[in-house]
């Protein structure tokens, strides 16, 4: 019967490569981290180019003054920042217990109304039109549901 080695001395690995130091493996991590940081900062991608890539046109909202103006797939809005609420449907005139400039009809019947309120864009450019809508909601306690519009596609 053969009894295994248990000398603590003995070196298992044969490597020819000398392992590497904590102080270098910390000097590489932080000059990658470096050179990624600045390579993106010295090199930017803009929003614009990135959504007509996706054959999505962005138009400035103070350019429309006509109904006729706008154009089905268009984005209108402002696309500085990022909107957490999307809601389908046809904008109407009117207010929903006095909120809002407007009213977002949506499949499911008046309980699925929404309040419409924006300050980027002429809401009265979109009535009578199927649109997607990205905005934020606001707290009200006269309507279910009161959202500043912050962007609009026209959907058909």
Do not use: C
């Not at 046109?57 to 209108?76: G, V």
């Not at 207010?95 to 419409?116: F, M």
């Not at 606001?138 to 962007?151: E, H, I, M, P, R």
């Amino acid at each position: 019967m053969d009894i295994p080695n248990l000398n603590p001395q003995t070196n298992i690995i044969n490597s020819t490569a000398p392992p590497l130091s904590k102080p270098i493996l910390f000097i590489i991590i932080i000059l990658t981290l470096s050179l990624g940081y600045w390579a993106s900062r010295l090199i930017p991608v803009s929003k614009n180019s990135l959504l007509q890539n996706q054959n999505i046109l962005i138009t400035n909202p103070e350019n429309l003054t006509e109904p006729n103006q706008i154009e089905p797939n268009k984005l209108y809005g402002n696309l500085s920042k990022a909107f957490k609420d999307t809601a389908t449907g046809t904008i109407e005139k009117g207010s929903i217990n006095g909120e809002g400039t407007h009213i977002l009809n949506r499949p499911g019947g008046l309980s699925q109304r929404a309040s419409l309120t924006s300050s980027v864009i002429d809401l009265d450019l979109f009535v009578g039109k199927n649109v997607e809508i990205k905005g934020e909601t606001n707290a009200s306690t006269k309507t279910s549901w009161l959202l500043d519009v912050g962007t609009i596609k026209i959907i058909d």
